[in-house]
């Protein structure tokens, strides 16, 4: 039996998009998925459409066999869970709710998130130990929770309307009252509709970075939560990125792309909000998934693609920045969460192989040491670092709810007890 020509030109595109040769993966999958339909209507041109039909039938029956093939060499080399996800968009955002941010406040943490209903929830604490969550009301319902962030105007959240799809800024001064002061991008599926990603502040000004329906990146500023405007330059059309983290620095804002390809990640700097300037600075084949101010530098983390480990960045001035070569702490892993109280540093991330979750410490951005610790089957959200301890919140698999832990001096590591009525988020 003779094999159609596009198969075999088909198999190093396979083999490619599996072993992960980064000039090929977006060539492979375009292989995969259009060479059939595109073979099956050329050949309805021809004068024997007999023969269409019979190669079309064997071209489809390859393509999935190409497919399967594609799945299971996948599996083998980088795990089927996180090469689905990264490859082809699959499992991606199975657990989307649940908590999101924390931040510290004057008078304890504030934890906030989304059920499995569309509606925001918030949890408050004094210590980090003991939790209460606050009742549903008219401001919370409906909202999908971005991020949250202690500032001169108080408690400031931000997400987006479920029922509009407009971009919305709610106001705390204790986190047991909201009020959504703030509603911005008009929700309608264009480029001015605004899907907020995190939220920084300065002390004088608020900078948020988010995505349109159409996947551009883009920025908002505002001089108090009841003004947003798009910042400058307006968004650029770029499916290979989606918006991650924005911190506050000593010079203005930093902002960071998180690359969903091969494309690298990519920075930004701005002096208020208002007006970016995209780095010259390259990546490589990475990701930043999270950034952090840290004495009078910034330190990034992520994942770096050609060494299949976490990747750490350092900066002196936000500029010019310089990756700390993985170590075998570093290997088969990625970070998800950085975070400091200006004397060391916390990251959570996790294994490449099965998603287990691990956290390192450092005390300079540069030297990083694994804690050994075991969290169960759970999503690490976010962490907040002071000087008494750090608090860190995410998701437990299992029981589909909240989870929050307490970390005093980096060995002594506690869960709090799972309580049903204030922790269930399905």
């Not at 971005?146 to 029922?163: K, N, P, R, S």
């Not at 770029?238 to 924005?246: C, F, K, L, N």
């Not at 980096?410 to 399905?426: I, K, P, Y």
């Amino acid at each position: 039996m003779k094999l159609a020509p596009w198969f075999l030109a088909s198999v190093p595109a396979m083999l490619a998009i599996s072993l992960g040769i980064d000039d090929f993966r977006e060539s492979g999958k375009m292989t995969l998925f259009a060479v059939t339909p595109f073979s099956f209507f050329i050949l309805l041109l021809i004068k024997r459409p007999w023969r269409a039909r019979t190669f079309a039938l064997r071209s489809l029956g390859t393509a999935g066999l190409l497919v399967l093939g594609v799945l299971f060499i996948g599996a083998v080399v980088d795990g089927t869970p996180s090469f689905l996800k990264e490859e082809f968009g699959l499992f991606a955002g199975v657990i989307d709710y649940g908590p999101k941010s924390i931040t510290k406040t004057p008078d304890g943490y504030v934890v906030v998130g989304d059920d499995a209903a569309g509606n925001a929830v918030v949890w408050l604490s004094i210590d980090g130990a003991t939790w209460s969550r606050i009742s549903l009301t008219e401001s919370l319902s409906g909202l999908e929770v971005a991020d949250v962030a202690y500032t001169e105007f108080g408690i400031v959240m931000v997400g987006q309307d479920g029922v509009t799809g407009a971009a919305v800024a709610l106001v705390s001064q204790d986190g047991t009252s909201w009020q959504r002061v703030a509603s911005f991008g008009d929700g309608t599926q264009n480029e001015d509709a605004a899907k907020p990603a995190a939220l920084a502040s300065s002390g004088t000004s608020l900078a948020l970075i988010g995505a349109t329906y159409g996947n551009d990146s883009v920025f908002w500023y505002a001089a108090n939560p009841r003004e947003w405007a798009v910042g400058e330059p307006a968004p650029v059309y770029d499916r290979g990125h989606e918006p991650s983290a924005v911190v506050s620095t000593e010079a203005g804002f930093l902002a960071a792309n998180y690359s969903k390809s091969d494309n690298g990640a990519v920075m930004f700097a701005s002096p208020s909000g208002q007006s970016w300037t995209k780095l010259d600075v390259d990546f490589g084949d990475s990701e930043i998934a999270s950034l952090t101010s840290f004495g009078k530098g910034v330190v990034a983390v992520g994942f770096d693609r050609d060494r299949r480990a976490a990747g750490v960045w350092v900066s002196e001035d936000g500029i010019v920045w310089v990756q700390v070569i993985p170590t075998e702490a570093l290997q088969e892993a990625r970070m998800d969460i950085v975070v400091t109280d200006d004397a060391k540093l916390f990251a959570f991330g996790r294994s490449l192989d099965d998603d287990t979750v691990f956290v390192w410490e450092s005390t300079d951005g540069t030297t990083w040491k694994r804690i050994p610790v075991s969290f169960g089957e759970v999503l690490m959200r976010d962490a907040v670092l002071t000087q008494t301890g750090l608090v860190a919140t995410g998701v437990d698999l299992k029981l589909n709810a909240a989870a929050f832990w307490t970390f005093s001096d980096g060995s002594s590591w506690h869960r709090v007890t799972h309580d049903e009525a204030l922790f269930t988020v399905r």
